[in-house]
């Protein structure tokens, strides 16, 4: 006989695991997951391309390019959401297992996944904000060496 | 005779496996309040943007603010959602009621569905783009 205590299921012979219903919002979330993953694979790859043209584009055309590195920025940044539709995609996989198969030993590991996944795209936000800050401070630092920015006294 | 070693029926759904799934989900919530928080600094930037775009000549100040408000109110959706999702799990932990898990997969569900119907609507727009630009394109040569 079932007893909810505190949205635990806890049965005699069962030990500690997710409620019924917790178990029904993650089976819910497991197809979303799936289409958001394989989505972002699609557009990833699709940028990946993009990127890798107008490189090339650029190769021919510009010798010098305004920002160093910057021909380097949309490739990396495909890949770098590539990785990240890959964590989501492993999460939801196990997820899926945990829904079809149970077991908490499933749950930890979607869940490792899960945090996985957010881990990588606070770094990548963090890479961002930093990249951010330091071509702000690179354009102030070369608008200033040229002679029209700000004066120092 | 020989020892029998019992067979545990639960080597899939032990406690600790589930104490080190929630552990797992507390390591997370960590992050997704931070993306969250971002997030929310985002919207915030892009609001005033757009107030600020209103001083902006002629009439197209107007619509860059009501583009920039809507992709602000898009965007804050996902990260209320994602910053409930995180405090659920961090109040399950703390208070071990299964009722806030509930509540924390209740709000990970809606910002999964809601960030999939966001993709699907911008890729028909993707899509109705190409085509109306493929057409104009082909009318255009004639």
Redesign the interface.
Same mark, same amino acid.
């Given at each position: 006989m079932e007893n909810s205590? #505190?949205? &635990?299921s806890v049965r005699p #012979?069962? =030990?500690?695991?997710?409620?019924v219903?917790?178990t029904d919002? !993650?089976n819910?979330?497991v197809p979303?997951?799936r $289409?958001?993953a394989i989505?972002g694979f699609v557009l990833g790859l699709y940028s990946l391309g993009k990127s890798l043209v107008t490189w090339d584009a650029m190769e021919r055309v510009a010798s010098i390019y305004p920002i160093p590195g910057i021909q380097y920025f949309s490739p990396a940044a495909a890949i770098l959401g590539l990785i990240s539709s890959y964590f989501l995609l492993m999460y939801a996989q196990k997820l899926g297992t945990f829904g079809r198969?149970?077991? =908490?030993? =499933? !749950?930890?590991k $979607? &869940?490792?996944n899960?945090?996985v996944?957010?881990?990588w =795209?606070?770094i990548l $936000?963090i890479l961002y904000?930093v990249l951010v800050i330091g071509f702000i401070f690179w354009m102030a630092t070369n608008y200033a060496s040229l002679g029209r920015g700000l004066r120092v006294r | 005779m020989d020892a029998i070693t019992p067979i545990d +029926?639960?080597?899939?759904?032990?406690?600790e496996?589930?104490?080190?799934?929630?552990d797992?989900?507390y *390591?997370?919530s960590k @992050?997704?309040k931070?993306?969250a928080i971002?997030g929310f600094i985002g919207v915030g930037m892009m609001a005033l943007a757009g107030l600020f775009s209103l001083a902006a000549p002629g009439g197209r100040g107007m619509v860059v603010m009501i583009f920039l408000l809507l992709m602000a109110v898009i965007i804050f959706i996902p990260c209320r959602f994602l910053y409930k999702y995180a405090q659920g799990a961090h109040n399950f932990v703390r208070t +071990?009621?299964?009722? *806030?898990?509930?509540e924390a997969?209740?709000y +990970?569900?809606s910002l @999964?569905?809601f960030?999939?119907v966001m993709?699907?609507i911008y890729?028909v727009l993707m899509a109705l783009g190409l085509l109306f630009g493929f057409n104009s394109k082909m009318f255009s040569s004639y």
């Open positions: 205590t #505190d949205g &635990f #012979d069962q =030990n500690k695991t997710i409620s219903l917790g919002y !993650l819910r979330t979303w997951l $289409a958001i989505i198969e149970g077991g =908490n030993l =499933n !749950l930890r $979607a &869940f490792t899960q945090k996944y957010y881990i =795209n606070g $936000a904000i | +029926q639960h080597t899939d759904s032990s406690d496996d589930f104490d080190a799934a929630i797992e989900l *390591k997370a @992050w997704m931070f993306l971002l +071990q009621n299964g009722e *806030k898990l509930e997969l209740a +990970q569900r @999964w569905r960030t999939g993709y699907l890729i």
